[in-house]
């Protein structure tokens, strides 16, 4: 074998044992007495196995951060929620959505996005050439805020979540970034908007405007229920999409 190639291998192996550290080295040892290329054909292989390990371990942290959450009573909607909703959709989604609050629907079933303004935010998903199930939906506060929370079965019985509210339970919202790992997060709606980026102006100046977030592209635009209210919104929603789009294709913005 030439040195070349020897070094190329070995460079490849560094990558490997620093990006995929749960094969040992013994497993990748064996690789550098291999001829190029079968060296190369296994890394694939290894490659292709650690992103399903990855994913199961996104799962699997998911599902122990949705265990704390179900018990959580960290702020006063603890108290009054049915369900907490914790979110739905890929552990490896590269776009994610992250709504204000669940309402009434959300409360009784325990997942987000699912009454009218879900049907239509699903509606904008697929438009965009994707699922509920290759994204992820969440939202900032995992307890429905009510007005009166003596009464759960209550219709209208929806408010936003306070600043307090959405500053107690945003750590869980970072936890679910930090193990998804999303390329872009879009808030529905200005209370969303304001609890990541603490901004002054009303959603109509900042929406479409490419913002941040702990390092991860952000994207601002109307809540799905403001559409339904004002279907005058929605071609600006769809501009705002279209961004994301191009974004999600080129990593350009
Ligand atoms: S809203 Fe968040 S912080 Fe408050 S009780 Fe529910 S899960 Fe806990």
């Known amino acids: ?19 995929y550290s749960d094969w040992g ?7 550098l007495v291999a001829d190029t290329k ?19 371990y996104s799962k699997e942290e998911l599902g122990k951060l949705r265990e704390e959450i179900n018990s959580c009573k960290k702020c006063p909607l603890g108290e009054s929620r049915l369900n907490a909703v914790f979110g739905v959709g890929s552990p490896s989604a590269d776009l994610i959505f992250v709504g204000e609050g669940p309402g009434y629907d959300e409360d009784h079933k325990g997942e987000p996005f699912i009454g009218k303004a879900g049907h239509l935010l699903t509606k ?5 050439g994707q699922t509920r199930e290759t994204v992820y939906i ?34 869980y919202l970072d936890m679910q970034l930090e193990i998804i790992k999303p390329k872009i997060i879009v808030t529905l709606g200005a209370s969303s908007t304001k609890g990541l980026l603490n901004n002054k102006e ?3 100046q900042i929406r ?8 991860i592209k952000l994207m601002p635009t109307y809540h799905p229920a403001a559409l339904l209210r004002n ?18 294709d080129t990593r350009e913005i």
Not at 25 to 31: A, G, V
Not at 38 to 56: R, V
Not at 124 to 128: F, L, T, Y
């Open 1 to 19: 074998m030439k040195q070349s190639e020897y070094l190329k291998i070995l460079n490849l192996v560094k990558i490997s044992l620093k990006e």
């Open 25 to 31: 080295e013994n497993e990748i040892y064996k690789y």
């Open 38 to 56: 079968a060296s190369k054909s296994i890394l694939q292989a290894t490659k292709q196995k650690t992103f399903s390990t990855e994913i199961l």
């Open 124 to 128: 904008i998903i697929e438009a965009m």
């Open 138 to 171: 969440a939202n900032i506060v995992k307890c429905h805020p009510m007005i009166d929370p003596s009464n759960s079965e209550k219709r209208a019985n929806d408010r936003p979540p306070t600043p307090e509210e959405m500053s107690v339970c945003r750590n």
């Open 202 to 204: 009303p959603i109509s």
């Open 208 to 215: 479409g405007l490419v913002k941040e977030y702990k390092g």
């Open 231 to 248: 279907p005058n919104l929605k071609k600006f929603v769809w501009e705002d999409m279209k961004k994301v789009m191009h974004f999600l």
